[in-house]
């Protein structure tokens, strides 16, 4: 840009050392009341439990936060737990603020052309009415 930035859209930290750890894109951080959530750290942290095989999550609006997460996921053949289980099991390694209320499991992640998971598409189903979402307390 005129300014000598180049605009990725990429959401980062810089250590103390220096260094730049990209954890990311813009348009996929959750802002829930000031605090911002990585959707790709839940996603991953989700896609660590032994019966998930995929999972995406997406901003929604939300009266109270303005957004919250909403976990999508795709569960292994043959698994039994829950949106309760997950959410326990995701307990364990991010702050209970960043958990999510809504989840819905889908047969598959949409993508995109390269293999991206295709957030937008996500995200019109939820407006849409398309998925069958629980709330959890």
Known sequence: SADGW?????????????FLTLT?????????GGEWISSVDLENALMAHPEVA???VVAVPDE???ERPLAT???????TVNYTGLREFL????????????WTFIEAVPK?????????????QYA?????VTKLD
Do not use: M, N
Not at 73 to 79: H, I, Q, S
Not at 91 to 102: N, S
Not at 128 to 132: E, S, T, V, Y
């Open 6 to 18: 180049l605009k990725t859209g990429d959401v980062g930290v810089i250590s103390a050392d220096g």
């Open 54 to 56: 995929e999972a995406a």
């Open 91 to 102: 307990a364990r390694t991010v702050a209970k603020w960043q958990l999510p209320e809504r």
């Open 128 to 132: 849409d009415g398309a998925l069958d």
């Open 24 to 32: 990311d894109r813009a348009k996929d951080v959750i802002k829930s």
């Open 73 to 79: 996921v795709v569960l292994k053949e043959g698994a």
């Open 64 to 66: 109270k936060w303005g």
């Open 112 to 124: 995109t052309s390269v293999g991206k998971f295709d957030k937008k598409v996500i995200r019109k």
